[in-house]
């Protein structure tokens, strides 16, 4: 079955830096890709998500790439700020929504 | 309008009862999760539902875990004889799952299960 790793498990940036998180898949069947964010004690919600026709998609200060061949995706966050501080968790889905996996998560830390 | 609620938020029980958990999708949303997450820990998923589809249920961890949904709404996720492991915060979320539409998985607040 699909295994989604992602890395890194921690990551801390100052304020106003990028941050970079990957993931890798492992089911070249996968085709689309989801990024959550879960602040603590909250419930996940999306933040972006690409499909495996686009390599690239941006939405303000967030993008995320897909590398197929290589078959892994990064989420790029630029000039962070402290409210994005949670814990960011990538996904991996097959026909296109169903059988969810997700990856491990990362927690960032954005020091003011 | 309403997003996904889950019953009850909290949930003490002692081991060896049995347990059930109640989503709540929202109206429409054809497919239906149930993940568990651990304190600290990712999202481990247990069961998918999708429309009047047999439900894949490839993430359960043993055969004391069970759920259904009834009329193609609201899910029972339903843990008999439980353990200590299975203290968690359960996770439901739905999404639309038409094509060319957002897959977004609309989570819910979670059941915190805690056994004692």
């Known amino acids: 079955g699909e295994n989604v790793e992602q890395h890194p498990s921690t990551l801390s940036v100052q304020e106003g830096d990028s941050a970079v998180i990957k993931c890798t898949y492992s089911?070249?069947?996968?085709?689309?890709f989801p990024w959550y964010k879960q602040e603590l004690g909250k419930r996940p919600q999306l933040i972006i998500d690409?499909?495996?026709?686009?390599g690239e998609k941006k939405d303000q200060r967030i993008a995320v790439t897909l590398n197929k061949t290589a078959k892994h995706f990064s989420l790029h966050i630029t000039e962070t700020q402290p409210e994005d501080s949670a814990v960011y968790f990538c996904?991996?889905?097959?026909?296109?929504?169903?059988?969810?996996?997700f990856g491990p998560g990362t927690r960032l830390s954005v020091l003011p | 309008g309403a997003g996904v609620s889950q019953s009850p938020s909290n949930k003490v029980t002692e081991k060896g009862k049995d347990v059930e958990l109640r989503c709540d999708p929202i109206?429409?949303?054809?497919?239906l999760y149930w993940y568990r997450q651990s304190l600290g820990q990712g999202l481990e998923f247990l069961i998918y539902f999708q429309g009047n589809s047999a439900p894949d249920k490839s993430g359960l961890p043993s055969d004391r875990f069970s759920a259904e949904r009834t009329g193609g709404s609201v899910s029972t996720l339903t843990i008999q004889r439980t353990q200590q492991e299975d203290s968690a915060v359960y996770l439901c979320a739905s999404s639309s799952m038409w094509f060319d539409s957002s897959y977004e998985q609309y989570f819910g607040p979670g059941t915190r299960l805690t056994v004692t």
């Open positions: 690409i499909r495996s026709n686009v």
């Open positions: 089911d070249s069947a996968s085709n689309y």
């Open positions: 109206s429409g949303h054809t497919a």
């Open positions: 996904a991996a889905s097959k026909d296109y929504g169903q059988n969810f996996v």
